[in-house]
C-alpha cells in the first residue's frame, strides 16, 4: 500500500494569504487535496466536501474516512499528484493537522521512563493506563515556537505517538479497538516539571498545570491514516534538543498498548471523533539527565512511518 498523509496547511501566495487548505503528502511533498480529488472526478456530493477541513472530515471519519482513502489511493495509483503539481516549498506554511476535541495521555507508559522518574510501578497485572488530560489550547504546528512559562524553571520534552480516535465509542473490547481509531500523528508532550508538582494542597502532583500552558502540545507535522501503518506498536520514536539524540526507542516498549488505552478510555467515558490519545514516551527525558529546555533550544520529534516536528523554544515576552 503506498503511504501517504494529510495535512493542512496555510497559503502564503499573494491573493490566498492566509487561506487554510488541506493537502495530500507523498514523499515528503505536499499536493492541494481538492485538486487531486477534482482530476479524479470525484463528486464532492458523495461525501468528499470537507476534503478541505481535516478536523470537520475527522469528526465524521468513520462514515467518510474510507471514501476519502479509497479515492487518494486511486488518485496516487492513477499518478495524479504528478499531474496537479507538489506546491513550492515558498508558498505554504504547515499547520496543525486537525485541532482534537480532547486530549487524553498516558502516564509512565514505558517502564524505564518510570524508573528514570522515580516512579514506583505496581505489577502490570495489578494494574491498568495513568490517565490525564492536556488542554487542547496547548497545541502548536512543527516549525512554531514553544514558549517557556516565566516561573517554570524546568521544562521538559516527550516524543509520543499520537492516536486519533474515529468513531464515537464507550465499551469497546480490546481485540476491536483499531476499529476505532482514524490514523496517527506525532506529538510532543513539553512538561515544565517543577510545576507538575505542589505543595499548597495534599494533593502533590497537577500534571494539568505542568503540562497545559499554551504551546506545550507541539502536534503533526500531518495525519496519517490508520491502514497506511502497518504496525503501529513497532514503529522508532526519537527526539533530539540541539542536534543531539535524546529519545531513541520503540512504541513496542510501551506497558499498555494503544488498544489496551483505547478500551480502558471507553470504560469510562464515551470516546468522540477528533479525540486524541497521546500514548506515552520512552526513556531520555530531561528530567533523567538532569538537563532542561532553554530559550534558543531546537526540538525534532519524529516517529517512523509518519514524520518529523520542529519547534523552537523561546522565553515568553513580558
Known amino acids: 500500500m503506498s503511504w501517504f498523509g494529510i495535512a ?9 494569504l492566509g487561506a487554510r487548505r488541506t493537502a495530500l503528502v507523498q514523499h515528503g511533498r505536499l499536493y492541494d487535496l481538492e485538486a487531486v480529488l477534482r482530476q479524479m472526478d470525484v463528486a464532492l456530493e458523495d461525501g468528499l466536501s470537507a476534503s478541505q ?4 472530515l475527522l469528526s465524521d471519519w ?6 476519502v482513502c479509497t479515492a487518494v489511493r486511486r488518485a496516487i495509483d492513477a499518478g495524479v499528484p504528478a499531474k ?7 508558498t505554504f506554511r504547515l499547520c496543525v493537522p486537525y485541532q482534537p476535541g480532547r486530549i487524553f495521555a498516558t502516564a509512565s507508559n514505558f517502564y524505564e ?8 510501578l505496581a505489577p502490570r497485572s495489578e494494574s491498568s493506563p495513568y490517565m490525564f488530560m492536556k488542554a487542547e489550547t496547548s497545541v502548536t504546528a512543527t516549525d512554531t515556537d514553544v514558549v517557556l512559562p516565566p516561573h517554570a524553571e524546568r521544562v521538559d520534552w516527550e516524543v509520543e505517538l499520537a492516536v486519533v480516535i474515529g468513531r464515537p465509542g464507550r465499551h469497546v473490547p480490546v481485540a476491536q479497538a483499531h476499529e476505532w481509531i482514524a490514523g496517527y500523528t506525532v506529538i510532543n508532550d513539553v512538561s515544565a516539571r517543577d510545576l507538575n508538582r505542589r505543595t499548597d494542597y495534599p494533593f502533590t502532583h497537577d500534571w494539568f498545570r505542568g503540562k497545559s500552558f499554551d504551546t ?5 507535522p500531518w495525519f496519517v491514516p490508520r491502514d497506511v501503518i502497518r504496525d503501529p506498536q513497532n514503529l522508532r520514536m526519537t527526539l533530539s ?3 543531539e539524540t535524546m529519545q531513541n526507542d520503540t512504541t513496542a516498549g510501551m506497558i499498555f498498548n ?24 520512552p526513556t531520555g527525558v530531561g528530567m533523567g539527565r538532569g538537563v532542561y529546555l532553554k530559550a534558543g533550544d531546537v526540538m525534532v520529534a519524529g516517529i517512523e512511518g509518519i514524520g518529523a516536528i520542529e519547534n523552537r523554544v523561546v522565553a515568553q515576552r513580558k
Open 53 to 56: 477541513d481535516l478536523t470537520a
Open 8 to 16: 493542512t496547511y496555510e497559503s502564503l501566495a499573494t491573493g490566498t
Open 84 to 90: 496537479v503539481g507538489a506546491l513550492a516549498t515558498d
Open 258 to 281: 494503544i488498544a489496551e488505552q483505547i478500551a480502558y478510555l471507553s470504560e469510562i467515558l464515551t470516546l468522540k471523533p477528533g479525540d486524541l490519545i497521546a500514548t506515552g514516551t
Open 241 to 243: 534538543v540541539n542536534g
Open 216 to 220: 506545550f502540545a507541539p502536534l503533526g
Open 113 to 120: 521512563h518510570a524508573a528514570e522518574m522515580g516512579t514506583k
Open 62 to 67: 468513520y462514515v467518510r474516512g474510507d471514501a
